[in-house]
């Protein structure tokens, strides 16, 4: 007599599988989420740069119509309101210098709050300086 192997049809998945499969899942989920906040920081930081970019047109408008720069509160009077997509994680403020002898300056700088507070500040000037260039 002859013993035949007997095939069991298996449905599911053993522990040791569930386990590997959890390990290779940690182990990508691990190796992509910094790349995806860097990602993430950058694309918020685009955002800011836009707001800094109009804010400096707005300038010039202003500094053309009223032969001077207009402060944040000037701005915000205005009608001018930082995106929504940007609000959430950056502030603004003007510095304005004016003098007798020299054409009036402005310096815009970005803020960043909440999430984005490990960014670091970025700066935008009358003159089209932006700092700190590795950030633009």
């Known amino acids: ?19 590997v499969v959890m390990a290779i899942v940690g182990v990508l989920s ?3 989420y910094p790349a995806y906040s860097q990602h993430v920081l950058k694309g918020r930081r685009v955002g800011a740069q ?3 970019m109009d804010i400096a047109s707005r300038e010039h408008q202003f500094l053309m119509a009223d032969r001077s720069y207009a402060s944040a509160t ?3 009077s205005s009608g001018y309101n ?3 997509s940007v609000s959430p994680y950056y502030t603004y403020s003007i510095a304005l210098t004016a003098s007798a002898t020299a054409p009036p300056t402005f310096l815009i700088t970005m803020t960043p709050i909440n999430s984005q507070a490990s960014d670091g500040t970025l700066t935008l000037s009358s003159e089209g300086v932006k700092a ?5």
């Not at 007599?1 to 386990?19: F, P």
């Not at 700190?132 to 633009?136: L, M, S, V, Y």
């Open 1 to 19: 007599m002859e013993i035949s192997a007997v095939h069991l049809n298996q449905q599911g998945l053993t522990l040791v599988e569930l386990v």
């Open 30 to 32: 691990a190796l992509a």
């Open 82 to 84: 930082l995106p929504t």
């Open 50 to 52: 836009a707001a800094a």
């Open 132 to 136: 700190p260039t590795d950030r633009w």
């Open 74 to 76: 000037t701005l915000q």
